[in-house]
């Protein structure tokens, strides 16, 4: 377990990242992925890869997670104190339409833009997440990134 816990942390970690923005808390459910790991290590079907079982450990982990501690946005000194107020709502409305946009994507175009955008994974990785090809990965990371530029265009 120690050879595949070198091997797959980051990408358990950067997958998770992806999903909460929040370093401290990834590394936590990563460390809580590979316990949940070692548990059902004997139920693990060798017809997919390791990476796709244990981001899937990881998508449990986080959802058990989310349910215990539902999500409270806090405010930051930052949020308070830079730029004009208007700024702030421009920006604020802009990043909250564009996210809107994002998550009202079909699959798996949606989560192929997480994983590469916020979860800085690879093409190679995001095939292996979804037991596909590199080449899949890049097309439909560059279909979906040409939808959402063009839904965004129109705001």
């Not at 949940?36 to 890869?49: E, G, K, L, P, V």
């Not at 989560?111 to 596909?132: C, H, N, Q, T």
Request: include cysteine; hydrophobic fraction near 35%; charged fraction near 35%.
């Amino acid at each position: 377990m120690d050879e595949i816990y070198q091997k797959y942390a980051d990408t358990v970690y950067r997958y998770l990242y992806s999903k909460t923005r929040d370093a401290s808390l990834s590394e936590e459910l990563t460390q809580e992925t590979f316990c949940q790991a070692i548990r059902t290590a004997d139920r693990f079907d060798s017809s997919s890869s390791v990476t796709t079982w244990l981001c899937g450990i990881a998508a449990n982990v986080l959802r058990t997670y989310r349910r215990r501690h539902p999500y409270e946005p806090e405010v930051t000194e930052r949020d308070s104190v830079s730029g004009s107020v208007e700024e702030q709502l421009l920006d604020g409305m802009y990043r909250v339409e564009l996210m809107r946009l994002l998550h009202a994507m079909e699959e798996p175009g949606r989560e192929v833009l997480y994983l590469r955008i916020f979860g800085d994974l690879s093409f190679r990785e995001i095939g292996e997440v979804f037991a596909k090809t590199e080449n899949w990965a890049r097309v439909t990371y560059y279909r979906a990134k040409e939808k959402l530029r063009k839904e965004a265009e129109k705001l």
